[in-house]
T-cell receptor
Framework: AQSVTQLGSHVSVSEGALVLLRCNYS??????LFWYVQYPNQGLQLLLK??????LVKGINGFEAEFKKSETSFHLTKPSAHMSDAAEYFC????????????FGAGTRLAVHP | DTAVSQTPKYLVTQMGNDKSIKCEQN?????MYWYKQDSKKFLKIMFS???????INETVPNRFSPKSPDKAHLNLHINSLELGDSAVYFC??????????FGSGTRLTVV
């Protein structure tokens, strides 16, 4: 079974500051891990994914995440926040074998202020 | 050309009605899903089909019935709609779990 915990339902940063959104996972098999972003009243857009290749994954819009097996973490970072980054961010896990389904965390709302 | 398309985008209906949401993907993926996003933004899987075969059926009221006529289509029919069914419903597809592509969602409002 898989589960995801996102620490912090709301994160607020200043424009230009580091963005760090935390995600911890639990999985009984090697996981695939994903970050999605959802802008207001829109669908889910894939930011990046880990599928057992490089542990440091680079995604769109300057985001990256590092898979740390020992810490069961997959935190999302961006060196410098932009106003347009304000959105809801979801971490998700799926199994790397068998029938797959995405299990989502509860989401983190990122606010960026001037 | 939209990869995963859902129709309609918005659906407002009265309690007790029956409604359907359609989903089509042109990615050649073998697995399709329905997810429900509630008012607190929580996303939960409802159903999954692999090559037209139902493989995941989470704890969903049997008023919800998915149908997959072929592997590119997955529709969701809801009978006797209730206020609590109001949510955003997302269709998604994947190929062996390497990546999941989502539709833009259907916002269902039951009044």
């Amino acid at each position: 079974a898989q589960s995801v915990t996102q620490l912090g339902s709301h994160v607020s940063v200043s424009e230009g500051a580091l963005v760090l959104l935390r995600c911890n996972y639990s999985s009984s098999v090697p996981p695939y891990l994903f970050w999605y972003v959802q802008y207001p009243n829109q669908g889910l857009q894939l930011l990046l994914k880990y599928t057992s290749a490089a542990t440091l994954v680079k995604g769109i819009n300057g985001f990256e995440a590092e898979f740390k097996k020992s810490e069961t973490s997959f935190h999302l970072t961006k060196p410098s926040a932009h106003m347009s980054d304000a959105a809801e961010y979801f971490c998700a896990v799926s199994a790397s074998r068998g029938y797959n389904k995405l299990i989502f965390g509860a989401g983190t709302r990122l606010a960026v202020h001037p | 050309d939209t990869a995963v398309s859902q129709t309609p985008k918005y659906l407002v209906t009265q309690m007790g009605n029956d409604k359907s949401i359609k989903c089509e993907q042109n990615l050649g993926h073998d697995t399709m899903y329905w997810y429900k996003q509630d008012s607190k933004k929580f996303l939960k899987i409802m159903f999954s089909y692999n090559n037209k075969e139902l493989i995941i059926n989470e704890t969903v009221p049997n008023r919800f019935s998915p149908k997959s006529p072929d592997k590119a289509h997955l529709n969701l029919h809801i009978n006797s709609l209730e206020l609590g069914d109001s949510a955003v419903y997302f269709c998604a597809s994947s190929q062996q779990g390497y990546g999941y592509t989502f539709g833009s969602g259907t916002r269902l409002t039951v009044v």
